[in-house]
């Protein structure tokens, strides 16, 4: 079926006034940690990555697509973004994408992760329809990869410092060439973390830009209570515009994301995750 790609609000921000998207949460555990992330909150007033009001099994996922389609038709992109990672819950993501690609084929599959569990899988991705992928990366520098994760599990193997974020950086980049070898659109995430990457992120968005990746969006570190680093200010307008405008002579900024729930649903500016989150919990049930 025939997709009009450009109808994904954070890939385009033209039309983020117009077409919005759903996450759906059915992927809970990740085979990574990283030093800001917790997903210990489960709570409808907080708004950030991590976050979701309850977890979907891949049929309950399709339900409430069915739900949330008929109360926001303005909807126009899937997306899989956690509240863990997609590739660690592989059987699940591709179950959901599968069922969505059954009974909503005109919308856009999209699919958020860090890459480390994802390239099995592309093949896969690319025969269901996703067409917009995104691959956090933070460092390209394994000694510098080595302060923001704490560790990588490979299988039922974890690797800790310089090795482990050496492995995931190997993943990541073999990510990107490979997904557009599949002609799939990627977007990059780069978490700014003052006085770990942010003297970095430019050389992320350039070697990465290297591999063909599409765009990059720089995301300031929101400080998440009992991580490593929840004493780590937020970088403000002064340090993230600077560096987008720099690496933005290689790759196109993202410059309108807003730091999204694990079950956001509706246009950016006008989340209704918190209003839907009933019919979430109901289908997860
Ligand atoms: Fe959290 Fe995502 Fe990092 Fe996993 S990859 S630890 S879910 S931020
Ligand atoms: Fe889009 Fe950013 Fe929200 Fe992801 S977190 S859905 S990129 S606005």
Known sequence: MHKDTTKHPCFNKAEAGNCGRVHLPVAPKCNIQCNYCNRKYDCVNESRPGVTSGILKPFQAA??????????PRITVAGIAGPGDPFANPAETLETMRLLNERHPHLLFCLSSNGMGILPYLDDIAALGVSHVTITVSAVDPAIGAKIYAWVRDGNVV??????????????????????ERGITVKINSIIIPGVNDHHIVEVGRVCAGL???????????????????????????????????????IDQMTHCKRCRADAVGLLNDDQSVALCGTLRACSK
Do not use: C, W
């Open 63 to 72: 339900e409430y697509m069915d739900k949330v389609l008929a109360k926001e």
């Open 159 to 180: 690797y800790h410092g310089e090795k482990g974020a050496e492995i995931l950086l190997g993943r990541q980049l073999a990510a990107i060439k490979g997904l557009k």
């Open 212 to 250: 063909g990746a599409d765009i990059q969006n720089m995301i300031p570190l929101k400080p998440t209570e009992d991580t490593p680093f929840s004493e780590i200010p937020e970088p403000g307008r002064e340090t993230v515009l600077p560096l987008r405008k720099e690496a933005g002579e290689f």
